[in-house]
């Protein structure tokens, strides 16, 4: 009579693979393609800047730039459904291969209409890295690693919009990159009507990284944790042999384990599309997961509206600050002090003019981006990248380090308007937008929190939060600061404040013990 197999929680078999090799070559790939979808996203925005021969207006350059975090919003939901029914490997894979191609196709656009059409299709397709990527990741360590894992990668994608930059700016470093807005070529391809200018190679390179992230995901396992969810426990057990014999070369002890179940899994039937993209959400805002959806969302919405809007805007507040200080326009006074009247701005101009330095203006195509405001960008986006380096070893104690990250921006945005000069001023508005460091935090209680049949879903869900409040906060914030900037920041200061009460309720650190 055969003896009866034994079979092995998921978890148990996951942590019997160990970290290794395999887990740190998985980390380097989807910070790989986190830095991809950012370094084209926030690159779009110089490339836009640059395409003087478009002849684009200050309106249809709102359009272009509005218009990728359009694509986010509609098909994150859809991106969800794929990564928890097809894999997230599979997603990766589509997502990936097909941004690169669309990329590199827009960069022979014609007029601004077509380059703003099919960048909004390529974005349709990367964004669906934002989410699966920290899924893939999170359910292929171990435990002890995963939470610092998913904060190493979020470094890369909070870099992102430096490394756009510094792609642009390296002029004495030929064997990194070379300056390709600075180059001066024109080559006429006439079957287009157009001619190859650097702006064009500039989002060819810039699609680069996506295209080699689409190829090194081919060398990866699918989940083990979503396979084991769709009754593949075969498979499943195939990938973790596979995991743990390069995490452990030369292991004298075999993997031991012939067979696995998974605790939470969630057996589906066949249904229609449109029923089953309901089913996959529906359970996310109905008990026991509502409460903690909306806690979640509601923190996302907070840190992204006040990291990503001022973003869009710190480049030319931090270039008045420059010219201001320069010009000897001003001796005292915040940072508020140089953005809020016009009487200030019509009298910097004209000392502009009568220094015979030309006034850039939104009407005027530079085709070029001044070098100080991409210095200011790739410093400060460096800057809190090595902050986040230094949180991932801080996960153990990852609610209160998000209470501390959240309160400190409060802080900072309620004292911005008190400086006696700009120059601390300064200071404290690159405090205010610390909110970024959450970013990895917040998407590490998605694994940890929620089962594996709608993680992907959850996860994909908060990119769509995200970007709504950075929709939001880039059209009606950035008007609101030219115009009250001191109860702007007081305001703000009240609604980050919000985020932290409501932080304040995530599950303990530690459980409590009985």
Not at 26 to 50: E, H, N, Q, S
Not at 208 to 223: C, Y
Not at 481 to 497: K, P
Request: charged residues 10%; glycine residues 6%; positive net charge.
């Amino acid at each position: 009579m055969p003896e009866k197999v034994e079979s092995t929680p998921f978890e148990e078999a996951l942590e019997k693979t160990g970290n290794g090799v395999y887990n740190v070559l998985l980390l380097l790939t989807c910070g790989l393609i986190l830095l991809a979808i950012g370094v084209d996203l926030f690159g779009f925005g110089l490339v836009v800047a640059a395409a003087c021969d478009l002849n684009i207006t200050v309106s249809q350059k709102g359009i272009l730039t509005s218009l990728p975090y359009i694509g986010i919003l509609l098909v994150s939901y859809i991106w969800g459904y794929i990564s928890d029914t097809r894999g997230r490997r599979f997603s990766l894979l589509v997502s990936m291969q097909g941004a690169f191609i669309l990329s590199c196709l827009s960069s022979i656009s014609t007029n601004w209409l077509l380059l703003g059409l099919i960048k909004f299709f390529s974005v349709c397709f990367s964004c669906a890295a934002n989410s699966v990527t920290y899924t893939l990741l999170g359910e292929s360590c171990i435990q002890r690693v995963r939470s610092k894992y998913m904060l190493l990668i979020t470094c890369l994608l909070i870099l992102s919009p430096g490394i756009a930059a510094i792609r642009i700016f390296f002029i004495s470093f030929p064997v990194v990159t070379y300056p390709t807005l600075l180059l001066h070529f024109k080559t006429e391809i006439p079957l287009l009507g157009i001619n190859f200018t650097p702006w064009r190679l500039l989002i060819v390179v810039l699609a680069i990284p996506s295209g080699i992230g689409g190829l090194a995901i081919h060398f990866f396992h699918e989940s083990p944790k979503f396979l084991a969810n769709c009754g593949k426990n075969k498979e499943a057990l195939e990938v973790l042999k596979s995991i743990h014999a390069i995490n452990n070369p030369g292991a004298k002890e075999e993997f031991g384990i012939t067979s696995i179940y998974l605790e939470d899994a969630v057996a589906k039937k066949p249904t229609s599309l449109t029923r089953a993209l309901y089913e996959q959400g529906a359970p996310l805002f109905r008990p026991p997961m509502l409460w903690r959806t909306l806690q979640l969302y509601f923190i996302i919405s907070i840190v992204y509206f006040t990291n990503n809007s001022l973003l869009v805007w710190l480049p030319y507040i931090m270039n008045l600050v420059r010219v201001a200080l320069s010009q000897n326009t001003t001796t005292g006074g915040d940072i508020c002090s140089l953005i809020t009247t016009k009487e200030e701005s019509i009298s910097l101009n004209a000392t502009l003019s009568s220094s015979n330095t030309t006034v850039i203006t939104p009407e005027i195509c530079l085709g070029y981006i001044e070098n100080n405001v991409i210095i200011t960008l790739a410093a400060a986006q460096c800057i809190y990248s090595f902050l986040n380096f230094v949180i991932s070893y801080l996960m153990r104690w990852r609610r209160t380090v998000l209470l501390s990250i959240l309160l400190m921006s409060t802080i900072s945005g309620a004292l911005l308007g008190l400086m006696p000069e700009p120059i601390s001023s300064v200071f404290l508005l690159m405090a205010f937008t610390c909110t970024n460091l959450g970013m990895g935090i917040l998407a590490s209680y998605f694994v940890d929190l929620y089962p594996t049949s709608c993680r992907g879903m959850v996860a994909c869900l908060s990119i769509m939060v995200a970007r709504t409040s950075t929709f939001i906060g880039i059209n009606v914030v950035g008007n609101l600061i030219f115009y009250h900037c001191h109860t702007t920041f007081y305001v703000w200061s009240i609604v980050v404040f919000s985020s932290v009460v409501v932080a304040w309720f995530l599950p303990p650190d530690k459980p409590v013990q009985r």
